[in-house]
């Protein structure tokens, strides 16, 4: 146990936390919007696995981790496209759908990794950091927090940017609208199905970028499954935070610190099976959902079609 | 007697209508094998992306899984566990709940059986041994479902993200158990003690499939009589398509949750103890066959009735031995099984909604 509390291991610690909690994060906000709008998106694993792959892909051909976030933002949306078509146009079950995307790209950008990277398993190096001027000298929480890669701070602006959204504009109302009274919606004029698909198609850009985050700045590599359950976690965040960004932010770094300490720990080399700490994440959602599951309010309309006349 | 369930979720994929007439069951039957040969040539395109021939892929599949003796006897042995499965789903998705946690309930019930097996044979007669190793791998997967169920019965809270986080959780804790607390000392492997072969489930007459795949059939038919047949299935049918009005007819919606709960996991246990004690014989560290994720496309696509989910399980065991063989010989991962089986789900829901918005409506 010794070095548990140093100075060194404390920052690293809060670095991983982070670092684990960004694609977490941005999956909740995605996932959130699109249950406001009433789409429950399980396909956002789905999303999240094909945006870790192409995002793996675009950085390692191009070089630019840029283009690499942009590829995987880009492929969430194109999962995100399929999603909306089938769900919010068709009508589909959107349970059936989201299990069949997620169950397939799973399948399928393993299969690729296969043909493509089974002999090699590259990797990309180690990604820029952008430290923020002053707060970076504070020791400890200074390296910890405030030297990340600049789509952390986007992801943590982008908190603000949706509590701006869902509390000042039009688009906010219509969202909240189109989850909790989509008929209403329409008879105020605006179309409950293209409200629904910018929900569905934000939730895949964000969810594919948080996928990519975590395969090239997280791991810097891309292995088959590398997703291991973020999407879900995603979406337990999304249902415990009741609409407020705020909370998912919480959420997220706290089950960053569980991630964290899930590495940390056989870092540390704590003589406990991995497996018994690999369950910490999933027990601390457990616990989450058994102390404050009865609040985790959701929209009347989540999970149901829109079918103007249909009663 | 039969249901007219209209679910409020959704417009495709409702439960099936017993079919009228000879124009529908072909119509069911056109509905059905149009999707899968559509999937079959998508995924046959995604198969030439990466530069192998689908025909050669398609053709040992259907030669390992189908054609050669050996091969279909391991694909009907491997049936079992998949038809308890689908017993379980068809009676919780029939009573509107997603158990998506199949495959937690399922490596528990195995880890369960693989333990009670080797050990109980020891002073038990074989056949009890066995009753005793099912029983413990039923009960084992009813408690792991009881939490998800109680948080649903009475919190409310959505039974999809908890029975996916217990079934992490129980991939995790069943690969503690072969690790720490049923290791086989006596072998290098990371594994549980191997019931010895001739203790195993019989055998059928002179060949290899494993008695489970009968087993297996008594369930699932079983599972289909209940919910189509019996008062219970029509308690839970009626939950199903419409909670709020299960609770004003005077149900216990709450009772009847944790029983849902407790007989879907506890088919999933028994699948999971089907094949331990059938084929497997021990499970090792690390084993997770995910049997629970791929048989959910399946319940679906035989729109939930038992019968129908007999034949795309047999499909699916077809695919699964016959693309275990293919991925040797052609370099395929079997991950192309997922793949297949998802745009198989996919071109179907299409298939249903172009049925229902298009072709009923031309008919009224």
Known sequence: MTGLFDEVFLAALLFGAVTAAVPLLLAGLGEQMSEKAGVLNIGIEGMMILGAYLGFLGAYYSGSLWLGFLAGALGGMAVAAVMALLCVRLGLNQIVIGIALTLGLEGLTALLHHFQFSRSYPRLPAADKTAIPLLADIPVLGPALFQHHLVVYFAVALVFVMIYIYRRTQLGLNLQAAGDKPAALDVAGIDVIRTRTIAVLTTGALAGLGGAYLANVGAGIFIPFITNGAGFLGIVLAMLARGRPLWVLFGALLFGVCLSLTTAMQVAGINMPTDIIQMLPFLAVMIMLVLFGRKASLPAALGMPYERGAR | ?364
């Open chain 2, 1 to 364: 007697m039969s249901v007219e369930t209209t679910q409020t979720s959704s417009t495709a994929l409702e439960p099936a209508i017993p079919e009228t007439g000879k124009g529908d069951l072909l119509r069911r039957l056109v509905m059905t094998l149009g999707p899968i040969l559509a999937a079959l040539v998508i995924a046959g395109c995604i198969l030439l992306a990466v530069g192998v021939d689908p025909l050669a892929y398609y053709g040992f599949v259907i030669e390992r899984g189908l054609l050669s003796p050996l091969g279909v006897q391991q694909t009907l042995t491997r049936m079992a566990p998949l038809l308890f499965l689908a017993a379980g789903l068809i009676v919780a998705f029939r009573a509107g709940m997603w158990n998506l946690g199949g495959d937690g309930q399922f490596l528990l019930g195995a880890v369960s059986a693989a333990a009670a097996g080797p050990f109980l044979v020891q002073f038990l007669p074989t056949w009890l041994a066995l009753v005793c190793a099912f029983l413990l791998a039923t009960a084992v997967a009813m408690l792991w479902s009881l939490l998800p169920a109680l948080l649903r019965a009475y919190q409310g809270v959505n039974e999809i993200i908890t029975t996916l986080m217990m079934t992490f959780l129980g991939t995790s804790l069943a690969n503690v158990l072969v690790k720490l607390a049923f290791l086989d000392p006596s072998t290098t492997v990371p594994q549980t003690r191997t019931l010895p072969v001739e203790d195993r489930l019989p055998r059928l007459f002179d060949t290899t499939i494993s008695s489970g795949l009968l087993l297996g059939l008594v369930a699932i038919i079983a599972v289909h009589l209940v919910m189509t047949r019996t008062a219970f299935g029509l308690k839970l049918q009626v939950v199903g398509a419409n909670p709020r009005a299960a609770v004003h007819s005077g149900l216990g919606v709450p009772t009847l949750t944790i029983a849902v709960f407790a007989i879907s996991a506890g088919l999933a246990g028994l699948a999971g103890a089907v094949d331990i004690l059938g084929v497997q014989g021990n499970v090792r560290a690390d084993w997770n066959p995910a049997y629970g994720m791929a048989v959910i496309p399946m319940v679906f696509l035989a729109r939930m009735n038992g019968f129908a989910a007999i034949g795309f399980v047999f499909l699916l065991s077809i695919l699964s031995i016959g693309g275990e063989s293919a991925a040797r010989r052609l370099g395929v991962p079997h991950h192309f099984t997922l793949v297949l089986v998802s745009i198989v789900l996919i071109t179907l829901a299409i298939a249903e909604y172009i049925d229902h918005h298009f072709i009923k409506t031309r008919r009224v």
